[in-house]
């Protein structure tokens, strides 16, 4: 364990399903972050959370909703997604210092 | 904006030295980072070294830091089959200094 849990590890949704990625941290860190990794892509920076308000969004689909309801929690909603979407989707979390992330194990994602 | 590249493989034997490269753009970060990412796992933070030093050792880690080339390198004595993974190099970037930027990944096989 790292800190950070991620949950579920795995999941297979249809293209028509809702579902959610949480995370959760209680290392006292102040922000939070989604990454997307996929086989054939570098890690893609999604969201940023920094005391619970978002200071990122990098160009992600609105098929993908992060909420953050506080520091600890993080969530990924899902809906009407498509194949490509499937891959391994990271949560981090950071205190503004030296000690840079520490990352949860992760959700592998497959939209079929 | 801010720049990390690695090579994508490296394959070596048991026993043998590995060194992994990295190269960024961004010359204001105090900190730079290693991280390990095993099968089916989220990244660890393996090292990091302070902006100020050349060189870091950690058991059988050591970094290597150029400034001036913008230059970063990890190697791994006594290479491990265990030490199979990907190795990301990390440079803080972005919006705030806690922010890090993600080189594509090295992949590290080690042939028994």
């Known amino acids: 364990e790292t800190g950070v849990t991620q949950t579920p590890r795995h999941l297979v949704m249809g293209m028509t399903n809702k579902k959610s990625l949480k995370c959760e941290q209680h290392?006292?860190?102040?922000?939070m972050y989604w990454y997307k990794q996929s086989a054939k892509k570098p890690l893609e920076l999604m969201f940023v959370?920094?005391?619970?308000?978002?200071?990122e969004n990098n160009s992600v689909p609105s098929r993908f909703s992060p909420e953050c309801p506080n520091s600890s929690h993080l969530f990924l909603h899902l809906h009407t997604l498509q194949p490509e979407d499937s891959a391994l989707y990271l949560c981090?979390?950071?205190?503004?210092?030296?000690?840079?992330?520490?990352f949860g194990s992760g959700t592998r994602l497959t939209v079929v | 904006g801010e720049d990390v590249e690695q090579s994508l493989f490296l394959s070596v034997r048991e026993g043998d030295s590995s060194v992994i490269n990295c190269t960024y753009t961004?010359?204001?970060?105090?900190?730079l980072y290693w991280y390990k990412q095993e099968p089916g796992a989220g990244l660890q933070l393996l090292t990091y070294?302070?902006?100020?030093?050349d060189m870091k050792q950690d058991q059988r880690l050591t970094v290597l830091l150029n400034k001036k080339d913008k230059h970063l390198s990890l190697r791994i004595a006594d290479t491990q089959t265990g030490d199979s993974a990907i190795y990301f190099c990390?440079?803080?970037?972005?919006?705030?200094?806690?922010?890090?930027?993600f080189g594509k990944g090295t992949k590290l096989s080690v042939i028994p």
């Open positions: 981090a979390s950071s205190p503004q210092g030296i000690n840079g992330y520490t």
């Open positions: 990390a440079d803080p970037s972005g919006a705030g200094s806690y922010q890090l930027t």
């Open positions: 961004d010359s204001s970060s105090t900190y």
């Open positions: 959370y920094n005391f619970k308000e978002q200071t």
């Open positions: 290392l006292g860190h102040n922000a």
């Open positions: 070294i302070f902006s100020n030093m």
